[in-house]
């Protein structure tokens, strides 16, 4: 049974913060944590589940690392393949049976699938995927949109976090992006097929590639209209172009076959992590063999010291082999549903407005909206200060959920937890509306 603690302190995750920023830039070791409250919290186990801080404290956990780990920390199936790959070796710098494995396995469950390569992150392989279709078209403009996040390099970093008046353009996102870097970056507003289609007619036999994410995760888990997926991947056809879904959340979470199956739709080209290897580093892009033929016949190349490390694809194998059981992924959208509804029950009884989007193994919660946005610009009005309160009430009873108001859900997510979860938000809603 939770109850909300009125002083949940941190003193060691407080002094190890302190100490940290004297020699860690940040005290933090991806920028994107460094404003996660009430401190940058340190953290020496996980769990299934849970997550034990340096405080002392037992968190029930939905931020799931930021996605990766859809099996929870510690299962044994996945710590099993790792260990035994360990006593055979770290690494090799050449091939070996797991790359074969891994690489067929991800062949017969992505639908559309029939060549992939690997690389280590997300930010990697949505490179490597530009690079193909850039390669296999022999154009250089990309076209993503407002509030898609595709890693932090220059020519994707574009447009991410916008205020409302900020115009529909390619703009910046932070400090140390040369213009050059992404002069050949059109940003377009997204769940919009007439903007893909003006782009086409402004830009003849220029575009490259549409990158997308087929769930907008990043920009509050809005989902795509009607027709729309099918839609990019049919004016891209049209045009000449790649069409590419960023899977790098949606990938082994929302379905085993990601967006491909869950939508039904097939892209020339996708992009996987997270859950791919739930939580160790491994990332791959997917797709048709005509475009990977680029890298056969040499017109251009992909490389990586690391890539296709055999740690990181045994967790990969056996992570999906995991997945694959069935129930998993009903059990995990049956779960994440009952969350959701849980939410929009007590705020409609306690008059708070807010709407919850996405799907049920990944979705966002916004507080002060009355309609599921769809599009990133649709979110900005929400209440993230109410949000913020109502996360560190749900912390404080022991819940752990990442700022942005997303909840991951997981395979070791039981229904133990499920109540936990619901007694929790009954107990901390109040706290969230204005
Ligand atoms: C959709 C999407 N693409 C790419 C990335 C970058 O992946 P990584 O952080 O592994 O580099 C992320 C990371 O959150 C993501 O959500």
């Known amino acids: 049974m939770p109850h909300v603690e009125q002083d949940f302190s941190t003193p060691q ?19 994107l944590r460094r404003n996660v409250g009430p401190v940058p919290m340190f953290f020496e186990r996980g769990d299934g589940p849970y997550f034990f801080d340096v405080d002392g404290h037992k968190l029930l956990d939905y931020t799931l690392a930021w996605g990766p780990l859809i099996l929870g920390n510690n299962h044994p199936a996945v710590t099993a393949a790792v260990i035994k790959q360990l006593a055979r070796a770290y690494a090799f710098g050449a091939q070996h ?31 490597a995927a ?9 154009r250089s403009k990309v076209i993503k949109f407002e509030g898609h996040y595709h890693g932090w390099l220059n020519n994707v970093l ?65 989902m795509p209209c009607a027709g729309y997926l099918q839609g990019i991947v049919d004016l891209c056809r049209k045009h000449g172009a790649v069409s590419i879904f960023d899977e ?35 990332s791959a892009v997917g797709g048709r063999a005509e475009i990977f033929r680029v890298l056969e016949d040499g017109r251009t190349i992909h490389a990586g010291t690391y890539n296709g490390n055999p740690i990181n694809l045994a967790a990969a194998v056996a992570t ?6 069935p129930g998993t992924f009903d059990r995990m959208r049956a779960h994440g549903l009952k969350l959701r509804q849980t939410i929009e029950r007590v705020a409609v009884e306690r008059g708070i407005p807010l709407v919850t989007t996405g799907v049920d193994s990944v979705f966002s919660v916004h507080f002060g909206l009355h309609a599921p946005p769809q599009t990133y610009r649709e979110t900005l009005p929400a209440d993230a200060v109410g949000y913020g309160r109502f996360r560190l009430a749900m912390l404080c009873a ?37």
Do not use: M
């Not at 020339?268 to 290897?277: C, M, T």
């Open 320 to 325: 999906i082999r995991t997945l694959e059981e």
């Open 248 to 282: 790098v959340i949606t990938g082994f979470r929302i379905a085993l076959g990601g967006a491909r199956e869950f939508f039904g739709v097939t892209p020339d080209l996708s992009v996987y992590a997270k859950a791919l290897a739930a939580g160790f580093t491994l």
């Open 130 to 138: 530009l690079r193909l279709a850039r390669a296999f078209t022999g």
């Open 398 to 434: 022991g819940v752990h959920l990442l700022p942005d108001g997303r909840w991951y859900i997981g395979a070791a997510h039981s229904d133990r937890e499920l109540l936990f979860a619901q007694q929790a938000i009954e107990d901390t809603l109040t706290v969230g509306g204005k």
């Open 13 to 31: 995750s407080e002094a190890l913060h302190r100490r940290s920023c004297q020699s860690l830039a940040l005290g933090v070791s991806s920028g």
């Open 97 to 127: 049976h797991g790359e074969v494995e891994l690489a067929e396995i991800l062949v017969r469950v992505l639908p559309g699938v029939e060549r992939v390569v690997f690389s280590n992150t997300g930010t990697e392989a949505v490179q």
């Open 158 to 222: 574009v447009s991410y976090r916008l205020k409302p008046n900020d115009p529909c353009a390619t703009l910046p996102t932070c400090g140390g992006q040369p213009a050059a870097e992404f002069a050949e970056t059109l940003v377009l507003p997204w769940n919009d097929l007439d903007a893909i289609a003006a782009a086409f007619q402004r830009h003849p036999h220029e575009i490259a590639c549409v990158l997308t994410e087929p769930i907008l995760v990043n920009g509050g888990s809005c």
